[in-house]
């Protein structure tokens, strides 16, 4: 029996998924994120070590055709460095010895389409847009990290809700629904307390993206701020995937285009916006959802050995 191995390393939560040689999910395992900023490396390299091994579930397997999808790995040094940690940790080294470390967009796309023109626009924790046509071009947009770029994420709603909260606090903006939400869920009392809780620690891109889920609550509540939070992120995405359409050509072609990531789920509003506003441009445009995991789609990317 052969065994194929796909990982969706992402800034929350790291999946580790083993599939036979009929593609059955045979293990599947969970840790922690693995972008190095946040974890650092050892930390990083651990939560990959034990998302693989709670999916191998005992199974002594060495050598593994593998797919390793990883948020943050954007340029060739990002990936030799991947390599190099990967070849120190004693276990990672027999278990997949030649490890195929890819951006988590080829795994997000594979989750939801097979189609040779195809887009996959992510926004979960971070964002990015990912695009092939059927030239085998390839073109990407959005990932800088949290400091350049993750417009539309998670991470920047949730920025933006801290940033509005504090306007309204200190007089130089209205006031918002969210700063009630936010107060309740730390019970928090004043601008103070919130300072504190959040440079105490301080937080950090993934604790900056757990609050983003907020905006929908104040949303459906109708307020003002919230709304136009949502517009901007979907604005946004809206520009990150124009800018692929037009590297590929692909504005008059039929295309289809993955949403994946949290936001997406969180924000119900924000993909029908969004849609709405993209087929305007390219009418030709499908949309879609994964149909399975980052993970899956990885370990399908191995079986079907698309290097």
Partial sequence: MRYFLGVDGGGTKTEAVLIDQSKKVVGRGQAAGILVPIYGWQEAVNNLYLAINTALSRKKLQNLPNCLAMAGVNISKDNHDWQLAIKNHPFLLSTISKPWIANDTLAALRSGTTDKNAIVIIAGTGS???????????????????????????????????????????????????????????????????????YEKPWNKVDIAQIAPLAKVAVDKDDKIAIQIIQ????????????????????????????????????????????????????????????????????????????
Avoid: W
């Fill in 232 to 307: 901007k992120a979907t604005d946004d995405l809206e520009e990150m995937i124009k800018a692929v359409v037009t590297k590929l050509d692909l504005v008059q072609k039929p295309y289809t285009i993955v949403t994946a990531g949290s936001v997406f789920k969180i924000q119900k509003i924000l993909r029908a916006r969004l849609e709405k506003e993209v087929k305007k441009i390219t009418p030709n445009v499908k949309f879609v959802k994964p149909s399975m995991s980052s993970a899956e789609a990885a370990a399908s990317l191995a079986f079907e050995g698309k290097f």
């Fill in 128 to 198: 990015n847009c990912f695009g092939r046509n059927e030239k085998n071009q390839e073109a990407r947009c959005g990932d800088a990290g949290h400091i350049l770029g993750d417009d539309g994420s998670a991470y920047n709603i949730g920025l933006s809700i801290l940033r509005n909260i504090v306007r309204a606090l200190d007089g130089r903006g209205p006031d918002t629904i969210l700063k009630d939400l936010l107060f309740e869920k730390f019970q928090l009392g004043s601008l103070e307390d919130l300072v504190d809780l959040v």
